[in-house]
């Protein structure tokens, strides 16, 4: 059984990192692991990442969230369970990767300090991935987190905790049972099918304990109910004239769904649409009207999709899926490409703006600088890291940032592009098997029918 909580950290990102990887609580920080990120300059690195990101997209502060740095998530187990801290530590991984879909950095710490094991996860709100943040939805985000948790703890046959979640699915279920008037329709409606006169529709009715008053209008009282309630006024019309008209005319009041019927004599053959086009639009005039959108949208896709024969179905799935596959591996690529400069731009930036403290440092005399270093110790740090960052990636601290950080947005802009297509032909292919389903759906129909016709003429 597991616990979850999350909320925003919007100024002490590294007092945060630093109380989670706290070796008393981390058996001397063996519990520790930082996702796409090494957890001791982590803090460090969310803000590199942030500052880019600031560049490339803006500050958020249009939007919201523009003051939030990170997103701190906690993961608690029950003693009952029996977990060891490795178990845990592998599940709160698991937990992270599936919610993030890896694209935020992230650091998670495993306390083992107390009586119960818990997970302690800190993840930077700007995404390294694509420069965006995280959008924080209330009750679905908490939602999410908690069905990801309860989802691993039964596959690693730990118990789940129940509770709120159980009583709102019964207060729904509450909500849906029929009202007094509804379940009398009911009883009424039973009584009028059996009925072959208007007393006898009363002997039955009686029979199941309601009461009948007549007078200018009839009415009923449930078996549990306090008052009476007319019949014209319940669901589906039970005053004196509509029950007589339907216990004299049953035919008039048959409420399955009536099978489409072609224009044909009886004993002939049917003769189907020649084209699918012609196939929806006859079938679109025998529907009920919340039918008819769905119809439409299949024709136009038909249309589109210059589908003529049935195998053109699958011909056009396969191309579209075809056409898929070459723009995501297309996506993957530039993808890593940008990643790259991504990583570039992100140490470029960083070092630019904290060279100034640096230089200044530098010349600062002997007795100055330890002050000096006193007072500006992060920014110094800063620099001294993406220096060294960008000599392993083996690039030019003097190239200009801009011009990667230029490089990036286009990237940016071309993937999403591309997504946006891919989004569009995933549309479209949805859409094709929509169509086929309908065009099965009314093909079968038209099959039964037809059986049912050449039936009649052989048993003339």
Not at 36 to 55: C, G, H, I, R
Not at 59 to 82: C, L, R, T, W
Not at 112 to 138: C, G, M, Q, R
Not at 421 to 426: A, E, F, G, L, Y
Request: a positive charge.
């Amino acid at each position: 059984m597991a616990t979850t909580k999350i909320k925003q950290i919007k100024r002490t990102t590294g007092k945060s990192l630093a109380y989670i990887m706290n070796p008393e609580k981390t058996d001397g920080s063996l519990l520790v692991w930082g996702f796409n990120v090494d957890p001791e300059v982590a803090s460090m690195e969310f803000d590199f990442t942030y500052a880019l990101a600031k560049n490339v997209r803006g500050d958020y502060s249009k939007v919201g969230g523009s003051d939030i740095k990170a997103y701190h998530m906690m993961q608690s187990f029950s003693p009952e369970d029996n977990l060891t801290p490795e178990q845990a530590h592998a599940i709160g991984k698991q937990w992270a990767d599936e919610f993030l879909e890896g694209k935020h950095e992230y650091v998670i710490a495993t306390h083992i300090d107390k009586d119960h094991i818990h997970n302690h996860i800190i993840f930077n709100a700007t995404s390294y991935y694509n420069l965006k943040k995280f959008e924080s939805v209330p009750y679905k985000t908490v939602k999410k987190l908690r069905d990801i948790s309860d989802r691993l703890c039964e596959e690693n046959n730990l118990s789940v905790l129940y509770g709120k979640r159980e009583r709102v699915k019964e207060n729904k279920k509450w909500k849906k049972e029929p009202t007094l008037g509804e379940s009398l329709s009911t009883l009424l409606d039973s009584a009028v099918a059996q009925a072959k006169s208007f007393e006898d529709f009363k002997s039955t009715v009686i029979s199941m304990g309601v009461e009948i008053k007549e007078g200018k209008h009839i009415a009923f009282k449930h078996p549990d109910g306090k008052r009476f309630m007319r019949g014209m006024n319940l669901p589906g019309d039970y005053s004196k004239e509509k029950i007589l008209e339907r216990v004299e005319h049953p035919e008039r009041f048959i409420q399955n769904e009536k099978v489409p019927t072609l224009d044909s004599q009886e004993g002939t053959s049917v003769k189907v649409p020649e084209t699918y086009a012609d196939l929806i639009q006859k079938k679109s005039r025998r529907t009920l009207l919340e039918k008819t959108a769905e119809l439409a949208e299949t024709l136009l896709t038909i249309r589109r999709e210059k589908i003529e024969r049935y195998d053109d179905f699958d011909i056009r799935k396969e191309k579209l899926s075809e056409t898929l596959q070459h723009s995501q591996k297309q996506v993957e690529q530039m993808n890593r490409k940008n990643q790259e400069y991504t990583q570039a731009a992100k140490y470029l930036l960083a070092y630019h703006d904290t060279l100034p403290i640096w230089q200044e440092y530098e010349s600062c005399s002997l007795l100055k600088k330890s002050f000096y270093h006193k007072e500006h110790k992060e920014q110094l740090d800063k620099y001294k890291f993406a220096l060294e960052q960008l000599k392993k990636m083996k690039v030019n601290a003097t190239v200009d940032p801009d011009k990667v950080i230029n490089l990036v947005k286009y990237q940016n802009d071309s993937v999403e592009e591309i997504n946006q297509r891919m989004q569009n032909v995933q549309e479209r292919v949805e859409k094709v098997q929509l169509a086929q389903n309908i065009v099965d759906r009314i093909e079968n129909e038209y099959a039964a029918i037809q059986g049912r016709t050449q039936r009649k003429g052989l048993s003339k």
